[in-house]
């Protein structure tokens, strides 16, 4: 049995791989990706070709994932500074009542599994960050960071 919810509005690639219990709605995926198990997609999100997005992620609404990208288990992307569940008259918030900072994952970067990505945040080409990590500043290319928070480490190609 096959519980995956894929919208009609979801741009799908050619040969993507999608596992059961995903939800897509209103996000592109460009050919040759792979979406693990418990994956969710939300709109006005979109990634690349020949990427991996790992189970139990989070893409939400704003990302941005280029190609050939490798995104871990359990990752959650934020796209709002100030979250709120109510408006200022105590009624719960709707789209009109904020607005989304975006979120961008160059090409070929990584992001290691139990990573959160705050919005507004650059991860440069061919970066890669450590398991486990808060990402709360733009992260240079070729670049390695790990912690909390996200602190450089080395550049990719020093030995």
């Known amino acids: 049995m096959k ?57 939400c609404e704003g990302v941005t994932v280029e190609d050939n990208v490798f995104v871990g288990h359990n990752v959650t992307f934020i796209n709002d500074t100030f979250t709120r569940a109510t408006s200022s008259d105590g009624g719960l918030q709707t789209e009109e009542d904020w607005t989304v900072e975006p979120t961008l994952i160059k090409k070929g970067a990584s992001i290691g599994s139990g990573t959160t990505i705050l919005c507004n945040i650059t991860v440069g080409e061919g970066a890669i960050v450590g398991a486990g ?15 909390n928070p996200a602190r450089f480490i080395r550049k990719t190609n020093d030995t």
């Open 133 to 147: 990590s808060l990402v709360t500043k733009d992260v240079s290319p070729d670049s390695i960071v790990a912690g």
């Open 3 to 59: 519980l995956t919810k894929i919208a009609d509005d979801v741009k799908l690639g050619a040969d993507v791989k999608i596992a059961d219990f995903v939800n897509l709605y209103g996000c592109t995926i460009g050919d040759s990706t792979k979406i693990g198990a418990f994956v969710e997609v939300q709109k006005n999100a979109t990634i690349g070709a020949n990427c991996k997005i790992s189970s139990h992620t989070f893409v």
